[in-house]
């Protein structure tokens, strides 16, 4: 099971063992980590949630995508779900290519692409408050159950 | 009938994780609008909408038995 | 001690952990490792030789430069010598920074100045002889020892 | 006296991983024609060299007690 979503610490490792082969020169991962400093905002932990099954599918669908356009590369994505710490790994992307600047590409075309279609969700927790974070640009984030007034008049 | 699947903020909104009701000859569009109005959901227009976990374009015909999800903009990664 | 020269195997995780800070939201790796196949031709092992403390300085060059070039950034990076058979592991660069785009940049730019500045060569065998690599783009090769006529009319 | 390292095929070339020899007052453009002619070394116009552990241009002037290394194009990563 090259894609995952895990309730517990990601071995990564493990996830880089999946994409080890013969005939790849170059393996990229990208270790998606829990920062404490957001535009000056201080986090004290996240929490992920995820439609489980389907983000299980989408990460298959990056998987082929990322097959279909880079030649040889070999693709394994896990993605952590639950509360999260500061510097806790989130997500793990391992890719392995025979040359390495496909490596880094389809590598950033993955974790791009988790960001536009992956049904997972995360929920910052500050000292005063919480927030669902509502895109991957981490620009629209919906108050959770508050609306402000600027969104009722959107 | 239909499952219909609250995820993030929605879940938090609509208070529920799911609910049941009959969707059948429905499109996403009016169950969407059927669903904002039960449970005085806003920000709707921005959500993404699933069939049996595969995106599904607003006009799309629900099924019976189909499994509906609402996909707020994701945030993973 | 972020940059190194190995002996022996790589322990990727460790060379992660020395990157890790709470002001990361990324971390990216590179790993090079050993190609059965280059053009067609099967490599049976590699030997990687270093001039070892001027190519440990060089490392910590490359660190230096990242620093400056990327805010934030923190950089570790081993390099192993000695024999190396298919699929092990012959560098591991990992950079974390506080945003992706950056760690991907960053770690990329170490992987092209190591194939430029880092005294560490490597020697291809393959069935039918051995050869020390050239340069870091694989099209300049030094016959061992037994120069070519093309060679002499350069 | 000077230590002169070699490495990769130029210590295939020259047999020998170092050499002492006296190279005070010369240049590296100097150390190398004289190495070259002596270990019948081809190709070292492609080699770059280090003195003390860092590149060193072809009309420096090397110093007693300077460690040299020819540093051929360089294959790691």
Redesign the interface.
């Known amino acids: 099971m090259n894609f995952e979503i895990a309730k517990d610490a990601i071995d990564?490792?493990s996830v880089?063992d999946k994409v080890?082969?013969?005939?790849?020169?170059?393996?990229?991962?990208?270790?998606?980590?829990?920062?404490?400093?957001?535009k000056g905002k201080k986090t004290l932990y996240l929490v992920?949630?995820?439609?489980e099954?389907?983000?299980v599918?989408k990460l298959e669908q990056i998987g082929a995508e990322i097959k279909e356009r880079w030649e040889g590369a070999e693709v394994a994505i896990t993605?952590r779900v639950g509360k999260l710490d500061?510097?806790d790994v989130?997500?793990v992307i391992a890719v392995?290519t025979?040359h390495?600047a496909d490596?880094?590409e389809a590598?950033?075309y993955a974790?791009e692409r988790?960001?536009?279609?992956?049904?997972?969700?995360?929920?910052e927790h500050w000292e005063d408050g919480q927030e669902?974070?509502?895109?991957?640009l981490?620009t629209?984030a919906?108050p959770?159950?508050k609306?402000e007034e600027a969104?009722?008049n959107? | 009938m239909n499952k219909i699947?609250f995820?993030?903020?929605l879940r938090?909104?609509a208070g529920e994780e799911s609910i049941s009701l009959d969707a059948e000859g429905k499109t996403v569009e009016e169950l969407k609008q059927m669903v904002a109005e039960q449970y005085q959901m806003?920000?709707l227009d921005?959500v993404m909408t699933?069939i049996n976990?595969?995106?599904a374009p607003g006009d799309e015909v629900i099924k019976a038995g189909d499994v509906i999800?609402f996909?707020?903009?994701?945030?993973?990664?």
């Open positions: 990564i490792q880089i080890v082969q013969r005939d790849a020169g170059a393996i990229t991962t990208f270790i998606g980590t829990v920062r404490e400093l957001t992920y949630e995820a439609y099954p389907m983000a599918k993605h500061i510097t989130a997500v392995s025979p390495r490596a880094y590598n950033r974790i988790i960001k536009e279609i992956v049904p997972i969700w995360k929920k669902w974070i509502g895109n991957q981490e629209v919906y959770t159950g609306p969104d009722l959107e | 699947l995820f993030a903020h938090d909104e806003k920000r921005s699933a976990e595969e995106f999800a996909i707020p903009p994701v945030s993973g990664g």
